[in-house]
């Protein structure tokens, strides 16, 4: 008898990690009733429902200009951009509970400051250029970070980036459009175009996260091909498409270390205030309070509407059943 044995197949709770590692090693899609690790769960959980919320309190800064909007057609525009951020908030809350979570449960998490959003909408928008530069910049950081996730490993994330990216370049060329027309109006129009450029750039490129050296989850997600891209590579990116698009527009961008780097094939840039991005993240950014304080207000304002709902949709059901 032979004293070499043949590996024993992997069983239960193996089978099921050999073929989840099969199928991302293969790029194939992971979907809700699919097995999946508890760690690859709770990730996607956090960034998706992270990833909504941002597109909910999103909806501020520049929602704050419709009243304000200068002629019909740019409150008409802006109206629909706003809209189409919260069918994006939307589609993300319908992405993350088909892993197992609630919204209303999210929602909370989000009033009560437990789960976090993008640092960016906790900065002001102060004249309605800013409309223009949120549609440029951050529309357009917002599209250099999400075109990969159409290929991220879990299906109902891919799947909702498609569309969603397909409308931030909408947004974004609506925001580049904007400025080109304020850009052949006045010297103050100018001025207010490269202010609001001032005060915009570096939140934008904090908007890819923290160096991948000071990055706790890259690593993880992009072996789960979550993240295709690591948060430097993306920034990188998202200067390299800019700086032509800004001499474009004939604005500065507010970075003396900013220059080609022929050697790289890529621009050199400064480096983003890690120590303000912290503050911002942890809740004590310029407009943090103020945005969570509207969001808390809506929801409750909102108690009507899903009692009516619920009340509806009971009723009915006894009905159905008579
Ligand atoms: N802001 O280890 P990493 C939009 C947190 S949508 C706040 O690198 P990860 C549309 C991070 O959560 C914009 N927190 O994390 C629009 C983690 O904390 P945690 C939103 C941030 O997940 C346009 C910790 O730092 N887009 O703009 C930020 O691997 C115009 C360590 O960081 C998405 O959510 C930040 N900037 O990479 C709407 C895209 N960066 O959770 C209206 C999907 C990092 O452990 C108007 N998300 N943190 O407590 C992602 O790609 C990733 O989650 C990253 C962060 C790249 C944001």
Redesign the pocket.
């Known amino acids: 008898m032979s004293t070499v044995t043949a590996q024993a197949p992997p069983e239960g709770a193996d089978v099921r990690q050999a073929e989840f590692d099969a199928k991302i090693t293969a790029d194939q899609r992971i979907e809700p009733r699919d097995w999946m690790p508890d760690g690859y769960r709770r990730?996607l959980v956090?960034?998706?429902s992270?990833?909504a919320?941002?597109?909910i309190?999103?909806?501020q800064?520049?929602g704050d200009w419709i009243a304000s909007a200068p002629s019909l057609r740019r409150k008409a525009i802006l109206l629909a951009?706003?809209q189409d951020?919260a069918g994006?908030g939307l589609y993300l809350y319908a992405a993350a509970e088909t892993l197992g979570v609630d919204r209303a449960d999210l929602t909370d998490r989000l009033i009560e400051g437990r789960?976090?959003?993008?640092?960016?909408?906790n900065y002001p928008s102060l004249s309605f250029a800013d409309v223009g530069v949120?549609?440029w910049l951050?529309?357009g950081?917002?599209i250099c970070?999400?075109v990969p996730?159409c290929r991220s490993s879990f299906g109902p994330y891919a799947r909702a980036m498609v569309r969603?990216c397909k409308e931030?370049s909408f947004?974004q060329r609506q925001g580049y459009e904007l400025l080109m027309r304020m850009m052949e109006g006045t010297d103050a129009q100018r001025a207010m175009v490269q202010d609001a450029v001032d005060r915009w750039w570096w939140p934008s490129l904090?908007?890819?996260?923290?160096p991948?050296a000071?990055?706790?989850?890259?690593q993880q997600?992009m072996a789960w091909r979550?993240?295709r891209d690591t948060?430097d590579d993306?920034r990188q990116k998202f200067v390299d498409m800019t700086v032509p698009q800004a001499e474009r527009l004939g604005v500065t961008l507010p970075d003396p270390e900013l220059v080609w780097n022929d050697q790289r094939g890529h621009y050199d840039f400064g480096e983003p205030d890690w120590v303000e991005?912290k503050q911002?993240?942890s809740g004590s950014g310029p407009k943090n309070a103020e945005r969570i304080a509207r969001r808390r207000a809506a929801h409750e304002k909102g108690a009507w509407v899903r009692e009516a709902a619920t009340a509806y949709a009971s009723k009915h059901a006894q009905e159905a059943t008579v």
């Open positions: 990730t956090r960034q998706v992270q990833h919320h941002s597109e309190i999103g909806m800064p520049e951009k706003v951020e994006h789960q976090k959003y993008s640092s960016i909408f949120i549609g951050v529309d950081a917002a970070n999400q996730l969603i931030e947004h904090m908007m890819f996260g923290p991948d000071d990055s706790p989850n890259t997600s979550i993240k948060n993306l991005f911002v993240i």
